[in-house]
């Protein structure tokens, strides 16, 4: 069981790194229910969850799921512990804590651009994660770290990129950017007003049309009586 384990993960692994670009080191988010699965199924996370994914990761978790164990006083004490032990990424939310879960689904928006896992037991959070493409949901069952399979809404997406109907939100800042490196914004602003200018009919070439006929209206009038002239002579 733990070679197809092993197996299944990587295929997974490889469906994000290619169409998601999640590299080494995996940034990895963990609520307080997945460090309290694990305390109680005695998985070190640490140890572990690397080889699983097969690269090295990075452990942590907010100060609003800090906070949230601490309030849940002596029943989560052990997985307060535990969550204390990784990194505490900063959220917008330093004034005012919300709970571990919006805090988390926070942290992902804009087209997850930190590229975090999400490590969860809680139901509700995990369905709000599978809306959301890009975004590897990982929870433990008895005593083992599961990696989600690809959500229906993250094959959708990569779908809609293979037709090339849709461009990821990583890579339409980084066009923006490269646009205004090359000054290619400014190019095409100028493109948009020369087009306005040449648009309409000029007043002045229908005036010198004007001229020209009547200046060619006199000038046969002209020869005409200077051939009358030397007739008469």
Avoid: W
Avoid at 108 to 132: M, W, Y
Avoid at 134 to 146: A, C, D, R
């Amino acid at each position: 069981m733990g070679v197809t384990r092993q197996k299944h993960a990587k295929k997974i692994m490889g469906f994000y790194k290619h169409n998601f670009q999640f590299r080494e080191p995996f940034q990895v988010l963990l609520d307080g229910t997945f460090c309290q699965a694990a305390l109680r199924n005695k998985i070190q996370i640490r140890e572990q969850l690397p080889g699983y994914l097969d690269g090295a990761a990075q452990l942590c978790t907010t100060r609003c799921v800090i906070k949230e164990l601490e309030s849940l006083g002596k029943a989560l004490y052990g997985a307060k512990l535990i969550a204390q032990r990784f990194q505490v990424r900063n959220c917008s939310h330093h004034k005012n804590p919300v709970s571990g879960s919006t805090c988390l689904l926070s942290m992902i928006e804009d087209g997850n651009p930190h590229h975090f896992f999400i490590a969860t037991q809680d139901q509700d959070l995990s369905n709000k994660v599978k809306r959301k493409p890009g975004i590897p949901l990982l929870f433990i069952i008895q005593n083992t770290m599961v990696l989600d399979k690809p959500s229906p809404k993250s094959l959708a997406f990569v779908q809609k990129l293979q037709t090339n109907q849709l461009v990821p939100e990583y890579q339409k800042q980084s066009i923006v950017e490269l646009k205004k490196k090359e000054g290619l914004v400014k190019q095409e602003g100028e493109k948009r007003r020369k087009r306005k200018r040449a648009g309409g009919p000029n007043p002045l070439s229908c005036l010198k049309k004007k001229k020209k006929k009547t200046q060619e209206g006199q000038e046969p009038s002209a020869e005409k009586k200077k051939r009358k002239r030397k007739r008469n002579r």
